[in-house]
């Protein structure tokens, strides 16, 4: 974002712009004194193509939309990376990307990823110390704030099918590296090769223990105190996501009034629908796919006001998108579901 350095700026202006903001690519290999006019120009086309692939009607094409020109998987392992600590400049400054030689597919890749040292609650701004919320919404928490992200992840997102690799992705993690007691050990064992001589040794050479340096959130008086503290925010962090990743991804409905859940959310097998009503119904439940087939149709019964919880069995259901309508006279509403 801003401009600097050798490189381009994009064609295409960030969202939420309230000044002269634009988004510029710069060279980071080969070196600004090693690349050749032609290798420039190679990369900028490229950019062009896929940032307008993007952009465009077809952009959700599996073929000729944005998929041609990235590997998807890379972009959502960047998100959920930087998600999970919660990094205040993902996205919008510290960003790495690299293009593929062709004869290794020679799509675009995000990563590799970097500059975490504001991430993990380690800040005091933009409510960066919570373990709650999207840095992927940090233009509209500190609108002021001058630089910005592209339009690329708000585009994503709109596409279900990148809506479900993240959903899936963040389940298949959750259930291997992810698992709480694996990253908590990872801290603690950081934490135990750190805990005697090189920790001394660190803290004489900068003695920061126990002292502000900006823009800490926390302050710890012992070294235990700080590493506790990282495990409660981690802890947390991943438990808000667990809960949460379907609201950046649209799965979940934002509607007013009487509310509809589906939980767990991605789920593999077992599904329970929460949701109120507040007149005495027979509401029908319709699940449907992407492509707005019937899946399933439930019949509820007679029910009272008030809120509701119903497991349905989801044996026959193949793994991807799903929407649950529940609908009976005025009474309209409706959830989408990933099963991985």
Known sequence: ??????????????????????????????KQEDIAP????????????????????NFKDPVNGYARYIDVGSFVDYF???????????????????????????????????????????????TGESPEGFVLRFNTICPED???IPFWWDRLFEDPAFQAAVATRWSQLRNGPYQTDKVLGIVDSIASVLNVESRERNFARWPVLGQYVWPNAFVGQT???????????????????DAKISTVTGI??????????????????????????????SPTIQVVDTYGR?????????????????????NAWATGIYVIKITERNYRKSVRVVRY
């Open 80 to 126: 959920i990376a930087n998600e999970l600590s919660k990094n205040p400049d993902a996205y919008r400054l510290s960003t790495f990307m690299h293009k593929k030689k062709d004869g290794a597919g020679g799509k675009l890749h995000m990563g590799p990823v970097w500059d975490f040292n504001l991430g993990f609650g380690n800040v005091n701004y933009c």
């Open 294 to 314: 019937q899946v399933e149709m439930i019949k509820t019964g007679y029910l009272q006001p008030g809120k509701h919880e119903l497991s349905i069995n989801t």
């Open 1 to 30: 974002t801003g401009s600097g350095g050798d490189g381009w700026v994009s064609s295409h202006e960030p969202p939420r712009r309230s000044g002269d903001q634009t988004i510029f690519f710069q060279y980071e290999y080969p």
């Open 223 to 241: 070294f235990q105190q700080e590493v506790d503290w990282l495990k409660s925010w981690i802890t947390q962090r991943m438990e808000w996501m």
């Open 252 to 281: 979940e409905s934002h509607q007013e009034g009487p509310y509809v859940q589906a939980v767990p959310n991605p789920f593999k097998e077992v599904l329970s629908l929460l949701f109120e009503l507040t007149e005495p119904c």
């Open 38 to 57: 032609e290798q420039k120009q190679y990369i900028q086309n490229y950019m062009a193509a896929f940032e307008n692939a993007l952009k465009s009607e």
């Open 146 to 148: 001058y630089w910005l």
